[in-house]
């Protein structure tokens, strides 16, 4: 059977051909780390190419740590990105109840890993699995349902809307909710509307 060839970075090489210089010894060090015959005396010629006569730096070593550098740096900016977009849709549940962010979670899984959204919104990973796996009644699943749909639609009026205006809102996508339980869900949430009364 063809084996599969191993692909290997850079940091790798670098420390088997430093290790290689200080036993001396390839066949051993190649079946020890498990490399293919030959493959230090290659990356030897390759990394010596690059070492320069006259002792200045080596510009193989350098060119590759930046390299390096540049990806990770990539990477760092790529997960900064993911938190900011994941914080900007997760924004007006922040401050609701665990329930909200923990089913914002559930609705995303399939575009963030658990673990960045769990990293970005300081929520425990185990909490959170233990939440999914937790198996809802009929009357709590309708119950996370409205709960997000009005805090949707409240955020959506800009914090204006109160517990009647809702209801309609609600009552006009077919859900059937009386006054009581939407005033009852949003001091649970903790929604107050802006608007004064007299």
Do not use: H
Request: charged share 35%; with cysteine; proline share 1%.
């Amino acid at each position: 059977m063809k084996r599969n060839k191993q692909k290997y970075n850079f940091a790798f090489k670098e420390k088997a051909v430093l290790l290689s210089y200080e036993r001396n010894c390839l066949s051993e060090l190649e079946k020890e780390l498990c490399l293919f015959p030959g493959a230090l005396s290659r990356w030897r010629r390759e990394y010596k190419k690059y070492d320069s006569e006259d002792g200045q730096q080596n510009f193989y070593l350098k060119s590759n740590i930046e390299s390096q550098k540049i990806k990770e740096l990539e990477g760092k900016i790529q997960k900064s990105d993911l938190k900011f977009e994941i914080l900007k849709n997760a924004g007006k549940y922040l401050s609701q109840e665990k329930t909200l962010i923990f089913y914002f979670m559930y609705t995303y899984e399939k575009k963030y890993s658990i673990k960045l959204m769990c990293e970005t919104l300081n929520v425990n990973t185990k909490t959170y699995r233990a939440w999914k796996n937790k198996s809802f009644t009929k009357t709590q699943e309708r119950k996370i349902l409205m709960q997000k749909e009005i805090t949707s639609i409240f955020f959506a009026a800009k914090q204006r809307y109160g517990r009647e205006r809702i209801t309609a809102e609600l009552r006009s996508l077919g859900y059937e909710i009386s006054y009581s339980t939407v005033n009852k869900y949003m001091k649970e949430l903790g929604l107050s509307d802006k608007v004064k009364k007299n």
